[in-house]
């Protein structure tokens, strides 16, 4: 049997080229198309055109065989003789063409044309790495893209990247970018676009490329299909009951273009008293099953499309939601909780502060005053005449004083006098 199979592509050869070279002798001639060129129309887009034989002879049932070669081998057969094909070019790009004629069971064959664009110019690791994008879509259904990369090994320090989309005949360049420690564009966001991920057989194309004033840097492109970088939006308005053991989870599809029946979800359950957690997946928008009523639970949903329905990227948890006793402090209230706690620390520290300034700079005093105290009248009036007698007697008491020390000056003076005259006396003698 292998020997069969294996023989069977050889006879099929030679048959072919039987009844081409039987063709050949009957003066019918497959000649190749000329002007064959290989031109650059946008990003990641290359325009392919020939021209027939002039010395082919007509017949409309000539078609080409064209064969992109690089980046992969796409061949495609067609009547026209241009072409535009979407693919990356910064590893160059090369395709081939030939002609062929059918003619009654079997088929001609033209030799092959080839063009080539050569890869642009570029030093080697020095293009981005790791490129990823995310598609979101906006309740609005504007879609907003996020991409991000890392840096080429041999890229310097001072690259510049400059990153570019295009969706069908839009191109825009990027105008808000992350940067890294050495301050290289590495992340970049396009709050509004023109992608729409309802449409089929639309790819994003992503151009980067780059400066230095030390080397070249090479050019990167990739390419993405929107329905498969689009992360999901979660589902809406999920609602819970309990009846005895029953419990019954019901929620709406994600704001989307797509159908009700393309999402798939995931269903989150945790028990708070044992520490107990599963997940189902389900294509419905509702879930139930039996649980102890005596348990606290959370639950919480996340969706994505079905593979069918070109799959993209899980959406976020939607808010857990709770049944049962003893509910757990939720994300808003601890969120409440921490504000209370700062709101207290500010007052206290700022109550400080004043006491403090207050303090240094004899603010109180300034701003509050010492209130004057009323006089007492018949208080004063005891205190006036104590004094005046006060007066009294000491001016009295200063009277006799002075004259007891006159009588003594007068009674020292006659002395002084007597014992002058006793002295004279005797000198007569």
């Not at 999901?232 to 019901?250: A, E, I, W, Y």
């Not at 109550?351 to 004063?380: D, E, G, M, V």
Request: hydrophobic share 35%; with cysteine; aromatic share 12%.
């Amino acid at each position: 049997m292998a020997i069969v199979v294996s023989i069977f592509p050889v006879l099929l050869w030679r048959m072919m080229a039987f009844q081409t070279n039987l063709l050949q002798a009957k003066g019918i001639q497959v000649l190749p198309p000329v002007n064959f060129t290989v031109t650059v129309s946008a990003l990641a887009e290359v325009l392919l055109q020939w021209k027939p034989n002039p010395d082919q002879e007509k017949n409309d049932t000539v078609k080409y065989e064209v064969d992109i070669m690089t980046p992969t081998l796409d061949p495609f057969n067609t009547k026209k003789t241009c072409s535009t094909r979407t693919v990356v070019l910064h590893n160059g790009f090369s395709a081939r063409i030939r002609t062929l004629l059918p003619y009654n069971n079997s088929q001609m064959e033209s030799n092959w044309v080839t063009a080539k664009l050569q890869a642009p110019p570029g030093a080697v690791e020095t293009s981005v790495t790791n490129l990823s994008c995310v598609i979101y879509m906006a309740i609005n259904n504007t879609a907003s893209l996020h991409c991000n990369w890392l840096a080429g090994k041999e890229a310097p320090e001072d690259t510049k990247y400059f990153l570019f989309y295009r969706y069908n005949s839009y191109t825009e360049e990027c105008q808000e970018y992350s940067k890294d420690n050495w301050k290289r564009n590495i992340g970049c966001r396009f709050s509004n676009t023109y992608i729409k991920t309802s449409e089929i057989d639309e790819v994003v194309v992503v151009h980067i490329n780059g400066s230095s004033k030390y080397t070249a840097i090479k050019p990167f492109e990739q390419l993405f299909n929107p329905n498969a970088i689009e992360k999901v939006n979660p589902p809406r308005n999920v609602t819970v009951s309990l009846k005895q053991n029953n419990l019954l989870v019901m929620w709406e599809m994600p704001d989307s273009f797509f159908i009700k029946e393309c999402f798939e979800y995931e269903f989150n359950i945790y028990n708070w008293k044992t520490g107990y957690k599963k997940t189902w997946e389900t294509k419905l928008n509702s879930f139930s099953l039996r649980i102890d009523d005596t348990c606290r639970y959370s639950i919480k949903i996340r969706a994505n499309h079905q593979s069918w329905c070109s799959e993209g990227i899980w959406s976020e948890w939607t808010e857990s939601v709770y049944t049962g006793e003893n509910q757990p402090r939720t994300s808003l209230d601890s969120k409440a909780y921490m504000v209370l706690i700062a709101l207290i620390v500010f007052v206290c520290a700022m109550s400080l502060l004043i006491a403090i300034i207050c303090r240094k700079y004899h603010l109180w005093s300034r701003l509050f005053p010492p209130i004057p105290t009323p006089q007492n009248s018949i208080k004063n009036l005891f205190l006036n005449k104590s004094y005046q007698r006060a007066r009294t007697f000491t001016s009295e008491t200063e009277t006799e004083i002075g004259s007891c020390f006159e009588d003594l000056g007068s009674y020292v003076e006659d002395l002084s006098s007597d014992v002058l005259e006793d002295s004279c006396n005797s000198c007569n003698l």
